[in-house]
């Protein structure tokens, strides 16, 4: 008896769907219509690490979408910062920081007196140096805090004259 050849199995072909390296039809689009761009006047003594709480911004979650820009700026001027909108929940909106700008240098602005303070007094009257044995105002309209800084250095400097 002749011996029977073994059955071959049927031989299987793999395809390889080569990805299209091309951007599709219809994902191509102006910025306007795909993201809006929002801008932030956060209050003086505002942090970077408050605005990406979650929660910082839930009375906002009907007017941002995902994919929408948040410029922020710091009314005080110390820093502004870009960020993504990520997620859009019931009460929450989380951000991804696409960049931090810091404006003043801590070290330039250290305090240089214990009787004279540079503070923050508002967007009208702006940085001022301030008398703090009887709050005195010396002198406002100061911007940013480096150019307070300068005059008070300049001050004491006629003082000690």
């Not at 979650?54 to 007017?63: A, E, I, Q």
Request: proline share 6%; net charge neutral; hydrophobic share 40%.
């Amino acid at each position: 008896m002749a011996e029977a050849k073994p059955k071959e199995e049927p031989k299987v072909t793999t395809l390889k769907l080569e990805r299209d390296s091309r951007l599709h039809f219809g994902r191509l689009q102006e910025a306007e219509q795909a993201r809006r761009h929002h801008f932030a006047d956060i209050p003086a003594g505002g942090k970077v690490d408050d605005l990406l709480d979650p929660k910082y911004w839930r009375h906002h979650v009907k007017v941002i979408r995902p994919l929408d820009l948040i410029e922020a700026f710091c009314e005080d001027g110390s820093w502004e910062a870009m960020f993504r909108v990520m997620f859009v929940g019931a009460n929450e909106i989380r951000l991804s920081t696409l960049s931090i700008v810091e404006h003043e240098d801590p070290a330039d602005v250290a305090p240089l007196s214990e009787d004279y303070d540079v503070t923050w007094k508002g967007p009208v009257a702006k940085y001022a140096v301030v008398n703090k044995q009887n709050g005195m105002i010396i002198k406002d309209r100061l911007y940013p805090k480096s150019e307070a800084v300068a005059f008070l250095k300049n001050h004491m400097g006629r003082m000690k004259a």
